[in-house]
């Protein structure tokens, strides 16, 4: 008996695909592995096989040239931000970014660029550290986080530059096909439901006050905030804050100024009472973010939290259960318990997502802004 192995046929868009790599590699004198690694970091190949039909039916010097249109991305590390807006205005940079609204002003004013606005998906939260005795009450971190209105902090604080979130998670946030948030139908806006369950913040505090046995006179308890470095913005999140605290709950905040690197010093060391942290997810999916919290591997684990008890316990188990679920409703069902446990009990406060205005040179063609940062450069031309 003879046994011939049938081999697969391969697809009419693989076998393109094939081509345009070895005709992209003749024409810019790269190596084979050099081609591949750049048709995947542009996402070239994705473009050739979604657009195949178009594209197999044109020469070869056409399909070149529409698949790569820049040849070399300069990227420039520029410490301080009017300096790299000031080369956006010189017509050094293509691209640029900028918070600063008087700066945004002049960039407009100069109508030779175009603005773009996408809120990112990295969140900003506060974080409470349960070593703190008072900050081990779930009531009291649950006042301190309804305390303040998100909305006004944005508009009062970024100029209007920030997205106010009532969920760890941001609206992009995605499992399956579907986000999450629409999967839970909104169910993961936590701080909302707290602010609607409790309106007096301060009444919710003094319960937290008396479980622990403390005096419930809010003015005995004081507690500290460390900036997130010693930027005018640092600065003035921190005022505000110790102004609405004070204001809202009647407690005592002491504002600890610090540099950026020293703060997470203090969180590695477990060192500080309210601190403010942020994340940008690796992926798409809630978990990227949940996992921060796990109590042992998590980045911000219990030893820089303090979170170890039942809750984080349960945290865990969840987080490992929903490893093994496959079904999309029922994975974010276990998520949105999980979230409870972070936001619901507020072990962080959510606070804003960034969304300050990228400026694109009008010669510069099919630069789109993504939520991730990323930018897809395989359609980016550049015109003369």
């Not at 942020?278 to 798409?284: E, L, M, S």
Request: glycine fraction near 6%; hydrophobic fraction near 35%; include cysteine.
């Amino acid at each position: 008996m003879i046994i011939r192995r049938r081999h697969k046929k391969m697809s009419k868009e693989a076998g393109f695909l094939i081509y345009c790599m070895e005709r992209y590699r003749h024409f810019k004198g790269l190596s084979g592995s050099e081609v591949a690694d750049l048709f995947e970091s542009c996402k070239v190949d994705e473009y050739i096989m979604k657009y195949f039909e178009s594209l197999h039916t044109m020469g070869e010097q056409y399909i070149i040239k529409d698949i790569m249109q820049l040849d070399k991305v300069n990227y420039k590390v520029i410490q301080e931000s009017s300096t790299a807006v000031q080369a956006f205005i010189n017509g050094e940079l293509d691209v640029v970014g900028t918070s600063d609204t008087n700066w945004g002003k002049t960039i407009t004013a100069a109508g030779d660029s175009q603005e773009m606005t996408v809120p990112s998906s990295a969140p900003d939260f506060f974080m409470f550290n349960l070593k703190n005795e008072y900050l081990s009450n779930t009531k009291i971190r649950q006042a301190l986080s309804i305390a303040f209105d998100r909305q006004e902090m944005v508009d009062t604080l970024r100029d209007g530059m920030s997205v106010p979130i009532y969920s760890m998670m941001p609206d992009t946030m995605k499992v399956g096909d579907k986000t999450y948030t629409e999967l839970v139908d909104g169910k993961n806006y936590f701080v909302t439901q707290m602010q609607e369950e409790y309106t007096d913040p301060k009444a919710l505090l003094q319960e937290g006050l008396a479980e622990l046995g403390k005096s419930t006179d809010p003015s005995q308890m004081t507690i500290r905030y460390a900036s997130r470095g010693t930027s005018e913005l640092s600065k003035k999140i921190g005022e505000w804050m110790k102004q609405v605290w004070e204001e809202k709950l009647g407690i005592n905040v002491q504002i600890d100024m610090m540099e950026w690197n020293i703060m997470w010093d203090k969180i590695d060391a477990g060192d500080y009472d309210i601190a403010c942290g942020g994340w940008g997810p690796y992926y798409n999916e809630p978990s990227a973010l949940l996992q921060l919290f796990e109590p042992v591997n998590g980045y911000f684990n219990a030893d820089k939290t303090g979170w170890n008890n039942e809750d984080s316990q349960k945290f865990t188990e969840l987080l490992n259960q929903a490893k093994d679920v496959i079904d999309d409703k029922e994975k974010v069902e276990i998520y949105l318990q999980a979230e409870q446990l972070v936001v619901g009990n507020a072990l962080i406060a959510p606070m804003y997502l960034e969304a300050s205005p990228t400026y694109v040179k009008n010669h510069v063609k099919n630069y789109y802004v993504t939520t991730n940062g990323l930018v897809d450069f395989s359609q980016v031309s550049v015109e003369n």
